[in-house]
């Protein structure tokens, strides 16, 4: 397990390469509204994503944050095989890129450079949804609270991001099984 591990905390890295995939979208918006830090940290579960090597086969994704002392984030993202066991684990950190409002984060998984974009493009009132890329628009997740949605916010979700112009042909559904929370 330690060397999916490495493998997956590795494969995080390729957030800063530009090159790693194609752009699902030229012209990523800006995040529609504030984020409340508190209230996004937690567990969040991988709806869909753009297809990203460090996440090959990975179904039952999930993240979990929680806030430090220092206003840093710690990150535990956690891959599982089709069968719900545990394969990769990369953790991280994150720091917001304007603590007044931090829906612009800067990400880090090896070492003290903090060298991806997490950016909370928008989520619900409520917390239950959230839809996270990056400025490139070669990243694209879809996260919520229950490990599955119901088909119509899925739906809705989807619509959603396309909406703010991603291309969803390149999305992902990610498989999310009761025995893997």
Request: aromatic fraction near 12%; hydrophobic fraction near 40%; charge should be neutral.
């Amino acid at each position: 397990m330690l060397a999916g591990a490495a493998a997956f905390a590795t494969g995080a890295l390729l957030l800063r390469k530009r090159h790693e995939s194609a752009s699902g979208n030229p012209s990523v918006p800006d995040p529609i509204r504030r984020v409340d830090l508190a209230r996004y940290m937690g567990r969040w579960y991988e709806y869909g994503r753009y297809e990203q090597r460090f996440e090959a086969n990975c179904e039952n994704v999930t993240a979990d944050y929680a806030l430090r002392a220092d206003g840093l984030v710690n990150i535990i993202n956690t891959c599982r095989d089709a069968d719900g066991r545990v394969s990769r684990i990369a953790m991280g950190r994150a720091k917001p890129v304007d603590a007044s409002n931090p829906s612009k984060l800067k990400v880090s998984f090896l070492g003290p450079f903090y060298t991806g974009n997490y950016w909370i493009l928008d989520h619900a009132d409520d917390y239950a949804w959230s839809i996270v890329g990056d400025p490139t628009g070669r990243f694209l997740w879809i996260l919520g609270r229950e490990p599955t949605p119901s088909p119509e916010i899925y739906a809705e979700l989807v619509s959603h991001a396309q909406s703010m112009g991603f291309d969803m042909s390149m999305f992902r559904r990610t498989t999310q099984t009761a025995n893997a929370t």
